[in-house]
Structure formats: structure tokens, C-alpha cells
């Protein structure tokens, strides 16, 4: 018996040891006709499909248009984001090859799903070498998931690419399409689904996302309110724009490219419903762009949510760029009508003076 595991133990040395560290799956997405389906849908999704290894997350295709240029990304999404936590423990590593043979087209690319839950785009021209894409042209998507068990520094710096650090990419997506992605993440959900009424839009979302990302939507649904009871959330003063920007930050960690008017839209909205992370990340962005003819605005508004730290950088801004702001007909009129905001500049501009 001693020489037979002997033996044993010498052929697994010999061959080496076989050690499973991912699982993968593959899936192969084709749209017919996609140019013209683009054309009136803007955005489309594939059907949600799951890895192995991470059968508590849903994976799927999108595929949009803006202006001349396709975009298709690849999203990670879960029904709780409990598990979207725990899959940051896994290295997510997305192969996809595109192709569009009567056209010509044929791309091929490959990157971690960060956790923002969603790939760089791929993107491609309506234009290919000058000849208009056909109506009548099929496209070819497939997917290959690869999923590390464990994820280490080791294994993370084998799988990064150039496209890894950009760690600031968001993706750009507008109310409509935002609704065809939750559309798909909601199937065969309804006795987890709320409906979010905002002017003439409607939302229809899951309630453990907005209870798990906002304290403020949890008390709704704690008492017996006619939210608790009816399923509806009806809200009249924010734009469906901005709430639809709460909810892509809810499902997938991120929002369109903001603008600084947007961010101030959001940043208010996310106080509101106390989504923390969400009012940061418009902070910072308010912070990384304020102007001269911006900070005014990102003052106020700071003050009037009682947010010391952005009020101090804004203030901060103001009187380093004070020799152009303070001879302003805007400054005039900000001091008349906000006189407590105008002595705490005043206060900070003593400071500085010379004694």
C-alpha cells in the first residue's frame, strides 16, 4: 500500500498539479437588422445570464447608439447589492468578440468588470471605410465571463490592460435607456418591484435597491404608508433626469458623464434621499470643476445643506480668485441675499490681509 501511494505521489510530481482557479461561461448574442432596431430603440439589452462561480450575479449585453458611434458594454448586476459586495471578491474578466461580417467589422477586446459593474465600451463607427453600415447587417456578439475564485495582487496585475486604470469611466445612458436596463434586471421579480411615478416617467424598480442605498426610501416601506401598501412612489420635485441618475448609481455604481448643472441637480437629490457615496461623488466633482462663474451657485448650495467641508472649499476658491469675483454684479447681488454667506467671506478675506 505504501509503495502504490508512493507511486502516486510521484506521478502527480512528475505531471504537476492541476489546480481549477476560474470558472467561465460563453454566450453568443445576435441581433438581426441591428442598425434598424437601433434606430428606434436607441439601447437594447441581451437576456441576463449567470457564471458559475458567481451564480448570485446577473450578467448581460447592451448595445447603444449616440450620434455616429455603437457602444456595447458588458454589465454585472445582482438583486441585492450584498452580492454585488461579495463578487468584488472575485477578479471578473470579460472577452468579446464583435462582429458584423457584411460590413466587414470585427472586433475583438478584453477587460476586468470593475466595481463599477460595468465594461469600457466597445465602440464603432456607423461609418466603416466610408461606406454607410446596412440596414440589413447582423451583428455577432460573443461573451466569454471568466471568474478567479480569489483575487490578489498577483493575479490582478496578469489581467490589467491599458483600459483598467481608467477608473473614473462612467457610462453615458439617458432615462430611456435606463429603463430598458432595469426592465431586464426585473424579470420574473414582481413581488420585489416598485413603481416610481416622476411627472410624466415611470420607474419601475426593486425595492431591496432603494431600501439597501437610501435610509430614506427604507422608512417608507417600515410603517404603513401608502408607499408600503400601494407599491408607488410619487415624486414632484425632482426631474426624471435626476432620479433616473439616483438609480443608475443604485444598480450599477455609476452615472452618465456629469455636467456641472447635473451635478448640482444630483448632489441635491442624493442629500435628500441620503445616498451618501452618491452626494460624495458629486462633491468631488463639483469641487474638481468649480469656476468662477460656479462657485457662487456650489456655495449656496453647500450652506443651504448645511455641508461644511464643500462650503470651506468653495469659500476657499472665492477668495483666491476674490480680485475678479468681488467686482461682479453676481457678487453684489450674492451679498444682498445672502448676508451671513457674505460675512464669512469678509472674514475670510481679513485673514489674509496683512496686520
Known sequence: MANEVNNE???YRRRGFLQLEATSRSVLWTVDNYYSVLATEHSICSNTFRVPSLFSCLFYLSLSVNEDVFSLN???TAKSPYFLRAAFHSSVKACVILKDTFNSIQLSREFIISKDNIS???????DNN???ISNEANLEVKCTIIVSETENSRSCHKMKTPHACEKDYVPSISTDELKNHLQVILEGDEDNHVTIFVDDDVFQVHR???CSNSPVFSAMFEHDTSEKTKSQIYIDDISAETIGEILSFMYFGSTSKLSRQKAIDVYSAADKYAIMNLKGKCSNFLVSNLTQELVLDVLIMADRHGDEELKELAIKFLVNEAANII???EFLLFVETEPNLGRCIISHLLKLMPR
Not at 469600457?120 to 456607423?126: A, G, Q, R, V, Y
Open 208 to 210: 431591496t435597491i432603494l
Open 130 to 132: 466610408s461606406c454607410k
Open 74 to 76: 458588458v454589465i454585472r
Open 120 to 126: 469600457e465600451p466597445i465602440n464603432f463607427s456607423k
Open 9 to 11: 505521489v510521484n506521478n
Open 327 to 329: 467686482k461682479s454684479d
